[in-house]
């Protein structure tokens, strides 16, 4: 059975757009018309369950979906309901406004390091309420990419490859198979070991890493061998070369969690609460540079913020501040996804439009922002069925980005791969 959009699965959950599709799975923005809210709804396609490795995958599903349903944490997304509908089994879960950690660090390589601090508390939380279950979880897949905001607030998904460490469930591994992705996983995990608490440590150790110094210290291009063998024997120079606006806590701390070896590393409860610490240690040093500054924020105009710019003037009057374009576009966008997420099309469309006017007036009109916003359009004029305007956008706007950005670029990627599911 092929999914597309307009249908209802269980009479209910009516389909509105796939904004994913990778492997076994798609992903769904839907409408649930019992409850009357948006919703996402990840699925397992029929035609390729049907395949030699069908079973062990709907396996995997179902104990993804069980695993899920399970957890409560607001840090880790809810799993309303699940269920099987012609053949095809499905997941419905709440629906992030977005992005990821990942699409974020790629649109602002390097982040202001309250911001990341922040983040990294929330996901810290969530790996210890994990750890801590009387059957504990380890996601196994701990990523930028599977840390999504919802307004703010940082969540974790995608726990299709977890393993829950009960003596009764099977190994869903063979030894020697990698499951996860190779440059966040932990030495052993590419090794193919059994599954350990010490492996989510690891790799939120590096998620964080990688998101205070703009990408993994084990990415090695296409090179995935090298990749591999970074992980297993490169130490990472320290956090603290890389920026000096850190806590000095934090370097080190970062450095244990990934520690070559699983039984130095320091466990997810003690981890969760350091980071809170120096989370609320920052913030409090922010609120009072605020205050002492007349409300600008400590190391503004230092390059890491994105936000809006300050200054102190003459005689230590604080200058007005200067909105800037990037930023209150921005917003625009964001405002614009949650819209999109709340099936007002419309509205989503016009703050999109809005978005990519405020970049041209200040003639940055070539900026990726633009590009973004412009995909929003295309994304939200499919949603409200206008197809065919929408697909001369979406080429449009392909030739416009392969003109400006490089062949391999993820946006390029994502731009085709989007063209590929609506042939």
Not at 264 to 285: C, H, I, T, Y
Not at 376 to 387: E, I, L, Q, S
Request: one cysteine or more.
């Amino acid at each position: 059975m092929e999914l597309a959009p307009g249908m209802a699965l269980a009479d209910r959950y009516r389909l509105v757009e796939r904004i994913g599709r990778g492997g076994f799975g798609e992903v769904f923005r839907a409408y649930d018309e019992s409850l009357s809210r948006a919703v996402a709804i990840k699925t397992l396609r029929a035609t390729e369950a049907s395949e030699a490795a069908g079973k062990a995958f709907l396996s995997r599903f179902e104990r993804e979906a069980r695993v899920m349903a399970s957890l409560r944490h607001p840090s880790i997304v809810t799993v309303h309901d699940r269920g099987v509908h012609e053949g095809v089994a499905y997941v419905v879960m709440e629906l992030l406004s977005g992005p990821d950690l990942g699409t974020v660090q790629q649109q602002r390589r390097v982040l202001p390091a309250a911001e990341v601090m922040g983040y990294a508390a929330q996901a810290a939380s969530a790996v210890q309420y994990l750890h801590g279950l009387s059957e504990p979880v380890v996601h196994r897949d701990l990523k930028p990419a599977n840390l999504v905001l919802d307004d703010g607030a940082v969540k974790l998904c995608d726990f299709g490859i977890a393993a829950v460490l009960a003596p009764e469930l099977t190994r869903m591994t063979q030894a020697g198979q990698l499951m996860g992705t190779p440059i966040f996983a932990a030495p052993e995990q590419v090794r193919g070991e059994t599954a350990s608490p010490t492996w989510d440590v690891f790799s939120l150790g590096t998620v964080l890493y990688s998101l205070f110094a703009g990408g993994s210290p084990f990415f090695a291009g296409p090179d995935m061998q090298e990749s591999l063998r970074r992980v297993q024997f490169e130490q990472p120079r320290p956090l603290s070369s890389w920026r000096g606006d850190i806590p000095a806590q934090l370097s080190p701390l970062v450095a244990a969690m990934m520690d070559k070896q699983a039984d130095r590393r320091p466990p997810a409860a003690f981890v969760a609460q350091e980071l809170a610490a120096m989370r609320d240690s920052m913030n409090a040093l922010n609120a009072a540079g605020s205050a002492q500054l007349g409300g600008a924020p400590l190391g503004a105009g230092s390059g890491f913020g994105t936000g809006f710019g300050g200054g102190v003037g003459i005689g230590g009057m604080a200058t007005p501040p200067v909105p800037d374009p990037a930023a209150m576009a921005e917003q625009r966008i964001q405002d614009a996804e949650r819209l999109l997420n709340g099936g007002r099309y419309a509205d989503a469309d016009h703050d999109f439009a809005e978005a990519v006017k405020l970049m041209k007036a200040a003639n940055r009109g070539s900026d990726r922002l633009v590009l973004l916003a412009e995909f929003g359009r295309v994304r939200a004029g499919y949603a409200r069925g206008d197809g065919a305007a929408s697909a001369i956008r979406l080429l449009r706007l392909t030739d416009r980005a392969e003109a400006v950005l490089d062949p391999s670029d993820d946006f390029i990627q994502t731009l085709h791969r989007f063209q590929a599911m609506r042939r």
